[in-house]
């Protein structure tokens, strides 16, 4: 299956990635980063950062993403390389989010992705949580759960 | 797995069961088969449960052939896709391939409505251009049906295309909310495409097929029947129609090329009748098929040409101007030794439900003419069609059922006459024929002339001779 999409237009991975690329220079954010490995275009480091008004305010995190040779067919691997308190993250930065699973679609892009995440920083799914204690801090007591959040959190110079 | 040590229990419970849900087991064959026969279905279900014997051992004869689909999670997007290059190979009109890359990019808009920028879907799009140029050019070579099935059997090709006309189906309901929010219990229409049309893997449902008909099939005339082989009561598969009907009056071509998906829960194939796969004689560009299909098309001279597929388009009476302005091409068609249409030159036509009257031929064949026209009008030009039988022999022999009522209505001790075969008479200025003219009465034309080659001596009549019109307004009221 790989060897056959990489024979195809978006099939090429490493094309596609560099028209992201491309993209995301042309039109920088100032909220997102995104950018590959210096060796591997697969390989990128990303950060976001966290919405105002939340917990994660004036937060910056850092994100790894990988990419199958059938990106875009299949989802990135994102995983949060800053820890993070959040009830749908799991202390290892795993991520329970459903378009990076069943739900993803061809026609996300790597801007996508990370403008999903965000507003998963200020809008938990409660309801399937990774982090049980997360969540039932988010909903009873945010001064304790913004608390977890700063003792949890590393700048990037401390990574 | 370094991480793993500080995961919970329950968690890693989670996470299992998370896994088993998404596990699917490792599907194999092509993503889409070759054509066999559908008896193969019946083999198949030979065993099963007695619904399901009842209903597959009445499908191969209606539904000659099939093509699997891999069940990939994909199938149904697939097959639709794949039976819609098809069904325009099936129509060998090159041209249509231009005008279908044409058509599609001016939906674009929609997409770009819906929040995606040209970029991120044009390299799915192009891959669609690429396979429409691809068959038009293999349309030439006669080798289209082999090009497809190769490009389809390419994951990357397959899933492209797929991806662009989910994201028109996407686009399609998010602009068209209203059609589609009734149906979706609740969801908001932009939560149900995300969450059920966009995924990657996330198999056709009723209400994306109803979309992606709209979108795809409709516009450019096509129907998709979907059959449901399921355990529900009953002897025969439930067919529920989608995309274009007999009623959407489209300048396109008729009877509706259909698409047919049989479904059996959790999976599509591809269904055939018989006659979907009639090798087509592919038409030149110079000539395409529309340019006879035409609506400004008018019955100045239709060649009596053997390899005119459809002995439809030479009845005069389908066409709006009315059978007297056929005349002047008669001598044309004139063959003194008619040769019978096969009944198969119609078979097209119980494609779709038969409408109810014995007319049905015509509008089924006809649409774009014979729509205009009401249905009783339709009556009238029909019958003074077939009323012209001596004049048009091959013609009104493809049609010869309708005379045997007319004969049998009229008993008494007359054999048939010209003076009887005309209800439509009575109808108006544009059935005023020349059958009562000196010169057609004197011509080969009348059965009454020697020349004529169904040469009938008429005979003396009274009744016909003074009450001809009132005996055919009788007639036609009696049909």
Redesign the interface.
């Known amino acids: 299956?790989a060897s056959?999409?990489?024979?195809?237009?978006?099939?090429n991975v490493a094309q596609?990635l560099q028209?992201e690329l491309m993209?995301m220079m042309l039109s920088p954010s100032t909220t997102l980063t995104a950018f590959p490995d210096d060796e591997n275009l697969t390989l990128w480091t990303a950060t976001i950062e966290g919405p105002t008004e939340t917990p994660y305010a004036g937060l910056t995190f850092k994100l790894s993403m990988e990419f199958a040779p059938t990106y875009p067919?299949?989802p990135p691997v994102v995983l949060f390389k800053t820890p993070i308190y959040h009830p749908n993250i799991?202390?290892?930065?795993r991520i329970c989010l459903?378009?990076l699973?069943?739900?993803?679609?061809?026609?996300y892009?790597i801007s996508s992705v990370l403008l999903s995440l965000q507003s998963l920083l200020g809008e938990p799914n409660n309801s399937s949580p990774?982090n049980?204690e997360a969540a039932d801090l988010w909903d009873k007591d945010k001064e304790e759960f913004q608390r977890k959040v700063l003792a949890r959190h590393k700048t990037p110079e401390e990574l | 797995m370094s991480?793993?040590a500080?995961?919970p229990t329950?968690?890693e419970l989670?996470n299992l069961q998370?896994l088993s849900r998404?596990y699917e087991p490792e599907v194999t064959g092509p993503l889409v088969g070759e054509r066999q026969s559908s008896t193969a279905i019946t083999t198949e279900y030979a065993n099963a449960d007695p619904v399901y014997r009842v209903k597959t051992a009445a499908l191969p004869s209606k539904y000659s052939h099939f093509r699997t689909c891999r069940g990939d999670g994909n199938c149904g997007w697939r097959a639709i896709a794949f039976t819609y290059f098809e069904t325009l190979i099936r129509l060998g009109d090159i041209n249509k391939f231009q005008d279908e890359k044409t058509r599609l990019q001016s939906m674009n808009n929609l997409i770009s409505s819906i929040g995606?920028s040209e970029?991120?879907?044009e390299?799915?799009q192009?891959?669609c251009w690429?396979l429409l140029v691809a068959l038009a050019n293999a349309i030439g070579n006669g080798n289209a049906a082999q090009v497809l099935l190769e490009n389809f059997n390419?994951?990357?090709?397959s899933?492209?295309i797929i991806?662009y006309f989910?994201?028109l189906t996407s686009a399609w309901m998010q602009t068209h909310s209203a059609d589609y929010m009734n149906f979706l219990l609740g969801q908001t229409v932009k939560s149900y495409c995300?969450?059920t049309i966009?995924?990657?893997?996330?198999e056709i449902d009723n209400i994306g097929i109803a979309a992606l008909s709209e979108a795809l099939l409709k516009p450019i005339g096509f129907a998709l029947d979907v059959l449901y082989l399921d355990r529900s009561p009953g002897e025969e598969i439930n067919v529920i129609h989608f995309g274009a009907t007999e009623n959407d009056a489209l300048s396109l071509p008729y009877p509706r090329p259909t698409l047919r998906l049989l479904y059996r829960p959790g999976h599509y194939d591809i269904l055939y009748k018989a006659e979907d796969i009639e090798v087509q004689q592919p038409i030149p560009s110079q000539a395409p098929l529309h340019v006879a299909l035409a609506a400004g098309y008018t019955d100045d001279f239709v060649p009596m040409d053997s390899s005119m597929s459809d002995v439809m388009t030479m009845i005069p009476g389908l066409y709006p101007t009315g059978l007297g302005q056929r005349w002047p091409s008669a001598p044309y068609d004139y063959d003194p030794i008619p040769t019978p249409q096969p009944q198969p030159q119609v078979a097209p036509v119980p494609t779709y439900a038969p409408p109810p009257t014995a007319v049905a031929p015509v509008p089924t064949s006809h649409q774009e003419y014979a729509t205009p026209v009401p249905s009783s009008h339709v009556n009238h030009q029909h019958h003074s069609t077939h009323h012209g039988i001596q004049l048009q022999p091959p013609v009104s022999l493809s049609l010869n059922h309708p005379p045997p009522p007319l004969t049998i209505e009229r008993g008494g001790p007359f054999r048939p006459s010209m003076y009887e075969l005309e209800p439509g008479f009575h109808s108006g200025q544009q059935h005023t024929l020349p059958f009562q003219t000196s010169i057609f009465r004197n011509s080969h034309y009348n059965t009454a002339h020697f020349l004529n080659p169904d040469f009938q001596p008429e005979e003396w009549s009274p009744d016909a001779e003074y009450s001809t019109s009132s005996r055919s307004r009788h007639k036609s009221s009696s049909q």
Do not use: C, H
């Not at chain 1, 799991?90 to 930065?93: L, N």
């Open positions: 299956m056959n999409l990489s024979n195809t237009r978006t099939g596609r028209k993209d067919m299949t799991d202390f290892s930065g459903d378009i699973k069943d739900k993803w679609s061809a026609i892009n990774l049980a | 991480g793993s500080y995961i329950d968690e989670a998370q998404e995606y970029d991120i879907y390299g799915f192009e891959e690429d390419d994951m990357g090709v899933m492209n991806t989910k994201l995300t969450q966009d995924p990657v893997n996330s």
